[in-house]
């Protein structure tokens, strides 16, 4: 079945055909190994946002992907500084999705991984309070959790003083949580990136140019440039490209 906006492949092998549901799956599909794939949406000119929020460069065909790799992964990591921004909601997926999972021999949901070193976190916030797997929360070990979020996550402790994104996914992995996607925000991927643990990046490009002030995908302190191979180009009728880049 193809749903909404027709989504094809340009490359490598070109498509006519529209992508269904289960092509579009076998595209991202789960690796054999652990692997961290990061998810995000730029405008051409770079821009993370528009107007503050990244919902103004998405339409129907990132969204559709966007849902695809939430079913695809076993934990969905996020920073805090965007949970808290574009206001998380619960992860939900769809019956057909839930299903796919079940049939695949996994859990129903994916959980929510929360990055913070602060711990500046709203138990109240539906992210947590209303999520179908009990969330964890990665921070360091200094770190001063608020009244009530002991009650709805669990925290994963690692690094002093910061969270130690090395030994966190190391963590991930040894509870099973071995296929990761991160949907940012930029700053974490600035971390991932200097800390080498990026091995996939699927970008949406939307055809739209933004103007200057937005900032990037990325953020903070300089990191050594890393290269990540293109796998497939994507575009869909209203205009947008969907690149998959990854390490081999
Ligand atoms: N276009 C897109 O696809 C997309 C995707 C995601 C986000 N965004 C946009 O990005 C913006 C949010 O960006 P942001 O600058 O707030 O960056 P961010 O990376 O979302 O969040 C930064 C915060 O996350 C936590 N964090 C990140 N990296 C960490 C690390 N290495 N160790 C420990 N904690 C870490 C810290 O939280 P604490 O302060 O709690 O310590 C830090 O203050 C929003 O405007 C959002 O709309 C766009």
Redesign the pocket.
Known sequence: MTVGIPIRRLWPEPSTEPLDDATLTALYGRADQPRLRVN???SLDGA??VD???AG?SGAPDKRVFGLLRMLCDALVV????LR??GYRAVRLSENRRAWRRANGLAAYPTLVV???????DPAQAAFADAPVRPIVLTHSGAEPPPGLTDVVDLLRCGTG??D?VAGLAELHRRGLTQVLC???????G?LTAADLVDELCLTVAPLLAGPGA?R?T?GDASAPRHLPLRHVLAADDGVLMLRHARP
């Open positions: 995000f949406v730029s993370v946002t503050g929020y990244s460069l920073a805090a500084g965007t921004h574009e990055v913070s070193d602060s711990l500046d976190l910061r969270v994104l949907e940012g925000g930029p700053h974490l991927l971390a900032g995908i953020a």
